[in-house]
């Protein structure tokens, strides 16, 4: 199976997030990906599919956002990454900000995501490396892997959060509907795909099935709840399977089971899957217990459905297994 990366998504290191109320470093490292690439090897760089498919998913206001936000933090006198600390709740007027401080409130979702100056870069080619992928998969690959990095799930149209800034998932779901084929995205990181359920919530275009933590203990905490099915259109096309903290693969074969059955009958015929390394049981942010034969026999159930298969990372942070979780994965294909 191909593998795509491209360089300049290294170049994404963002320093602290606020963690149980202080600065801590933060858990998307460079190390991550290279922890990856170091256990499987080869890998081939992303083409450039410009700004357009990113455009058909996120806001145009969004993405100039991202473009500048570094830039604008900079020129308000502030040195290392961007990061928010006012948001607004409810009630808000569609007023013009300019303020740095008021656009990171407005874009995004929290305070462990910052933007530093190699962010937008990163960024941008982690979401030409999925959509590369896809061009493999659309032209007969069984499955490809996009090394994604940074995250996307939680990135929903117009706003960062948890780590992500564009939704690679979405916009990978996104051109491949507009290449003419019927999408599922299968979300099984340890957390929930609040991003990637907002994006196609009103759309029965896109079943989307995400297995996860339960959002009443665990980040996104706002979404991810069972009684979450969709809204219009996309009423009965979203999907949440809550699993209590120390799940290990006893508990979690049936849950992946039910969702490949729900995928099944959405009629699909791609399938993009996030993948987050992130349910391993020595993750060090998350409460899982899977085993690193288990992303083997993960694949293998997924792979049996017969649907080619977009694989986009989003989490996992045991850096010293996570090359070995990533290739068990593979392997299962
Ligand atoms: C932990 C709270 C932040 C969790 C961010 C989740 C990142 C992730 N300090 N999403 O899938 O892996
Ligand atoms: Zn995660």
């Known amino acids: ?16 997030e606020f963690f149980n109320g202080a600065l801590a470093a933060h858990a998307d490292t460079p190390a991550r990906a290279t922890g990856i690439l170091n256990a499987i090897g080869d890998m081939v760089a992303p083409t450039d599919h410009g700004m357009a498919p990113l455009a058909a998913v996120h806001d145009a206001a969004y993405l100039t956002f991202l473009t500048e936000a570094h830039d604008r933090w900079l020129t308000a006198g502030r040195t290392g990454d961007a990061i928010g600390y006012a948001w607004p709740v409810v009630g808000r007027r569609p007023l013009d900000l300019t303020r740095i401080d008021a656009l990171l409130g407005r ?10 100056a190699g962010t937008w870069d990163a960024t941008y080619w982690g979401a030409q490396t999925a959509l590369t992928a896809l061009d493999h998969v659309l032209a007969g690959d069984r499955a490809a892997f996009a090394l994604c990095r940074p995250p996307g799930h939680h990135a929903g149209r117009d706003y960062a959060g948890g780590y992500c800034f564009l939704n690679n998932a979405a916009i990978v779901a996104q051109a491949a509907i507009d290449a003419g084929r019927r999408v599922a995205i299968l979300d099984v990181d340890y957390h929930h795909g609040n991003g990637t359920q907002d994006i196609f919530y009103d759309r029965g275009d896109v079943t989307f099935v995400s297995i996860h933590a339960d959002p009443r203990t665990d980040f996104p905490y706002f979404w991810g709840h069972p009684d979450e099915h969709g809204a219009g259109d996309g009423l009965g096309a979203n999907h949440n399977i809550i699993l209590p903290r120390g799940t290990a693969w006893s508990d979690y074969a049936p849950a992946l089971d039910r969702s490949l059955d729900l995928i099944a ?9 996030s993948f987050g390394a992130d349910t391993y049981e020595g993750d060090p942010i998350s409460g899982f217990a899977l085993k690193t034969e288990d992303f083997a026999t993960m694949a293998h159930r997924i792979a049996a459905t017969g649907l080619p298969t ?13 090359g070995s979780n990533v290739a068990a994965l593979l392997s299962g294909f």
């Open 1 to 16: 199976m191909i593998t795509v990366f491209d360089d300049r998504q290294l170049g994404h290191r963002p320093v602290h």
């Open 107 to 116: 874009h995004t979702a929290d305070a462990v995501t910052p933007i530093g």
């Open 265 to 273: 009958a959405s009629g699909a015929d791609l399938l993009v899957l």
């Open 310 to 322: 977009v694989i986009v990372m989003e989490g996992g942070y045991a850096v010293n297994a996570l």
